[in-house]
């Protein structure tokens, strides 16, 4: 049955005594009518949260490669991936970054903790580049301030060690050169040798 049309319909009755009569159709053409409007009013409701989503999604999206671009920008030249992204498809069909990850070398340099020291600093001011580190920023930050604080404290000891060394050498230098001193003054307080001759004054 078409919506909003007056359907005309007959009825069996003994002849002549009914004709043709109208159905009422008003509260059916009404009723059609409500329907079309919620029907549209759905249909800009879902448009209008679709909107919002998409909205969302583009935001999310600059801010996930913002915040990537920090860590590899800050991070050089101990990146070693990315960055790399985690996808959502919008309802208009674009995909967006919800989610990234730049991958950095945290692991310390061996036998060298000045480069160490270096590195770890380099590698906290990636994890912490980005205006809100995630937690696992955090987690990198942390871990790189104490490979810096060992480093540090590996570079006390080595600079103790090469002052002791330095001290030892300079005591061992001043004994030697004590022991030539004393070398030159026996050497010069000697009795001459007898040459069989007498001076006299």
Do not use: C, W
Request: glycine share 6%; aromatic share 4%; charged share 25%.
């Amino acid at each position: 049955m078409e919506t909003g049309v007056t359907q005309k319909v007959s009825t069996t009755a003994p002849l002549g005594t009914l004709s043709p009569q109208r159905v009422n159709t008003s509260n059916i053409s009404s009723t059609s009518s409500n329907q079309e409007e919620q029907d549209k009013q759905l249909e800009a409701e879902i448009r209008r949260q679709e909107n919002q989503i998409t909205q969302k999604l583009r935001a999310r999206d600059r801010e996930v490669r913002a915040h990537e671009a920090a860590h590899l920008a800050a991070g050089r030249p101990y990146v070693t991936g990315g960055p790399s992204f985690t996808y959502q498809r919008g309802p208009d069909g674009r995909s967006y970054a919800i989610g990234g990850e730049v991958q950095l070398d945290a692991s310390e340099i061996a036998d060298d903790p000045d480069a160490t020291l270096s590195k770890a600093d380099t590698v906290r001011r990636a994890a912490l580049a980005p205006a809100d580190p995630s937690p696992q920023d955090l987690r990198v930050a942390a871990d790189a301030t104490q490979m810096a604080a060992q480093a540090r404290l590996e570079i006390a000891i080595l600079r103790r060690e090469e002052s002791q060394q330095t001290s030892s050498r300079e005591q061992g230098d001043t004994v030697t050169a004590d022991n030539n001193d004393q070398a030159i003054q026996s050497f010069t307080t000697q009795e001459p040798p007898s040459t069989g001759f007498s001076q006299f004054a």
